[in-house]
């Protein structure tokens, strides 16, 4: 692929990539199904064969094709910082209290900043969201499809809309699951997501706390309580470990965040919890912490966070100071008292970032293509469900259709939900499209 659209004849940049192929015997092959599964920042050649069992269904029509976006894992990975570095990085207070602390979090992203330009500067301005929807459409002509068939999960689903936007009639089927709000500023993104895993940390309350071995108490306001308190107390000193490394507030809470995406987490969660609270002891938080951060057992790192900052920087152009987080601090407070004050101070994630965001990754009207089914899940922490219903709105009349999933978790498909699968198949492998605004339970 060229590494810069403007120079289609200068340098290169090579796109791994992973394929299943389609099952052979029974109905006619559509073709390949391209899917990439979020992030940004996520290895799609990593997660097919992780999720193949969820998508086995579709092979019986299509080949399953999945990615590494540029600078991600085997797609020239941006690089950063060492893994000792990453371990300091990810670990230090994100959620400063004086002026001295405030300058040390700047400086470290600063530092960050300077280890992404070392290792992989000539990469950054070309990392942007539309340029991989480029390489999508190229990926498309090498595979031999008239159309784009396509399954996008979280950030993926703006990655669709964006190539929906460059390329309305090659738009073939499409799955938009777990929807980003193509609407929303980086601010507005990152408090409703703020308040995404506050509603998914209640809803994991009020099912913890109505058994009699909840670790956080008998109600949920007294779980929340706990909870805050102990981020407090992790502040101030930070809790041993099995590994030897100790879990900071920011580790901690981390790892209560990678816990809400999935129902199937929670116990998980409970038992993290019950370790801290009960025995002192943070092993099972810095467990959830490490798979949200990309840590190998090794100590080593994946470039999963590295992207995900090189890729949002290269699609924004704002850049926040410390007056602007205080004064959205007391805004991201309320929607979450847990996860308020980190997701602000958080916005501060392209400081000293060295290439100017292109801002053009946000257009997604797609007049033109063929309907695009967005899923949405009413208890999802990481995509809100209002999200599905500003997708819809922005990529144009008559090409979303919106299908709810009433349930928890990041995305509706890997739930098993069989009302969800059955839609979701029904389309991809019939062209039944359903009714807008189905629901299922």
């Known amino acids: 692929m060229p590494l810069d659209y403007s120079k289609p004849k200068g340098r290169t940049i090579g796109i791994e990539t992973i394929r299943a192929k389609k099952r052979k015997g029974g109905a006619k092959r559509i073709g390949s199904l391209l899917f990439n599964f979020g992030g940004p920042g996520g290895s799609g050649v990593g997660s097919l064969p992780s999720f193949a069992k969820d998508y086995e269904k579709l092979r019986s029509r299509y080949d399953l094709v999945s990615f590494d976006p ?235 966070q590295s992207a995900l900052t090189a890729i949002s920087c290269a699609d924004t152009r704002q850049h926040f100071t410390a007056r602007d987080i205080k004064s959205m601090l007391p805004d991201f407070t309320h929607a979450s008292p847990v996860f308020g004050p980190m997701s602000a101070w958080g916005l501060v994630q392209c400081h000293g970032w060295p290439v100017q965001g292109s801002g053009s990754s946000t257009d997604v009207r797609a007049t033109g293509s063929a309907p695009i089914l967005l899923v949405g899940t009413t208890g999802d922490p990481a995509t809100p469900y209002g999200g599905t219903r500003r997708m819809k709105e922005r990529l144009g009349e008559g090409v979303g259709v919106e299908l709810t999933h009433r349930g928890e978790g990041h995305g509706a498909y890997d739930s098993r939900n069989k009302c969800v699968r059955s839609k979701v198949d029904g389309y991809l492998l019939r062209g039944h499209v359903p009714r807008d605004g189905t629901s299922c339970t």
Not at 112 to 140: I, V, W, Y
Not at 224 to 247: F, N, Q
Request: charged share 25%.
């Open 70 to 304: 540029r600078g991600v894992g085997r797609s020239e990975g941006v690089r950063c910082l060492s893994g000792k570095q990453m371990d300091a990085y990810f670990a230090a207070d994100g959620t400063p209290d004086t002026s001295a602390e405030e300058k040390r979090l700047f400086a470290r992203q600063e530092a960050f900043a300077k280890g992404c330009q070392k290792r992989s500067g000539d990469l950054l301005p070309h990392l942007t969201t539309e340029n991989t929807a480029r390489d999508m459409d190229l990926m498309r002509q090498v595979l031999g499809d008239r159309k784009l068939h396509y399954f996008g999960i979280s950030y993926g689903t703006e990655l669709g809309g964006v190539y929906a936007h460059l390329y309305p009639q090659k738009v073939g089927r499409a799955v938009f699951d777990a929807v980003v709000d193509p609407t929303a500023s980086p601010e507005r993104g990152s408090l409703s997501q703020t308040s995404g895993f506050q509603l998914a940390l209640d809803n994991f309350l009020k099912t913890c706390t109505a058994q009699s071995n909840c670790p956080v108490g008998e109600d949920p306001a007294e779980g929340r309580r706990r909870i805050t308190d102990l981020l407090t107390d992790l502040d101030a000193e930070p809790m041993p470990t099995d590994s030897g490394r100790k879990l900071t507030e920011s580790l901690a809470e981390g790892g209560i965040s990678q816990a809400l995406y999935s129902k199937e987490t929670w116990q998980l969660l409970a038992q993290g919890l019950d370790e801290a609270l009960t025995d002192g002891n943070g092993s099972t938080l810095l467990l959830l912490a490490d798979a949200l951060n990309g840590r190998n057992q090794d100590g080593s790192y994946s470039t999963l």
